[in-house]
């Protein structure tokens, strides 16, 4: 006896997929930057530390010096440097070539450059994908702000929720790799909070020469991560 056809069937190309932001609403918006900041987007985030991975095997961070590492990370370090950059990436008339030079050059080592290069190069190749739009390979910061630069929400707003993502990878991390249950590490992120909005509020209206960063142990813990005979961890 034949069967038939699903009346419900539908074919989808990626043509039909295609995401705009000429005409996107705040809300639609907000949706947008949770899926651009998931963890499921796929940028490969779950394999980075940012030389977090040899701080904890050398006892630098624990669990109680953890959220103060973060802390530095986010107004003196990494943080700071790619909220300003994601900054400069999202406003009008930015020159995004010259801001990933920028980028670049602000990596203190060699993993710490490919890390940003190769999620940045999959955000921009997978921002292309869905829009339709050319987005060439940038650092992260500033591939994620170029494909900001059309939504119609506040600059704070963009800037927290994609600094808020990259301290969750980092104590992702952590909680991968110390006696450090989920739960605490959505604690810490949680106490981080308030930091993490006075950081985006500042970034907002910060100009190249604001550029700047002075975690000194962070750095050392990215470029000896590169010699680590064991790890994890990329960085």
């Keep these: 006896m034949a069967m038939a056809a699903p009346s419900a069937m539908i074919t989808v190309t990626p043509m039909h997929m295609r995401m705009t932001t000429s005409t996107i609403t705040p809300d639609a ?18 394999a980075w530390s940012q030389g977090l991975e040899w701080a904890m095997d050398q006892g630098a961070v624990t669990r109680a010096t953890l959220p103060q590492w973060l802390a530095d990370w986010l107004e003196h370090g990494g943080g700071w440097t790619d909220g300003v950059l994601a900054s400069l990436s999202r406003r009008p008339g930015a020159d995004h070539a010259g801001l990933d030079d920028l980028a670049r050059a602000a990596c203190m080592g060699s993993q710490r450059l490919t890390e940003t290069v190769e999620q940045g190069t ?14 060439p390979a940038a650092a992260l910061p500033v591939a994620f702000g170029r494909a900001c630069a ?40 949680a106490g981080l909070q308030p930091a993490l909005l006075a950081t985006a509020t500042r970034a907002a209206t910060a100009t190249e020469a604001d550029l700047a960063s002075a975690t000194w142990g962070a750095d050392i813990a990215a470029m000896s991560h590169e010699t680590m005979t064991t790890r994890i961890f990329r960085s």
Excluded: K
């Design 29 to 46: 918006a907000r949706l947008r930057l949770a899926q651009y900041l998931s963890p499921a987007f796929p940028v490969g985030g779950f």
């Design 122 to 135: 999959a955000f921009a190749a997978n921002i292309s994908a869905l829009t339709g739009e050319a987005h």
């Design 150 to 189: 059309g939504f119609p929400l506040p600059m704070p707003e963009v800037l927290a929720a994609f600094l808020q993502a990259q301290a969750a990878a980092l104590i992702s991390a952590a909680v991968r790799f110390m006696p450090l249950g989920p739960v605490e590490g959505q604690a810490m992120l």
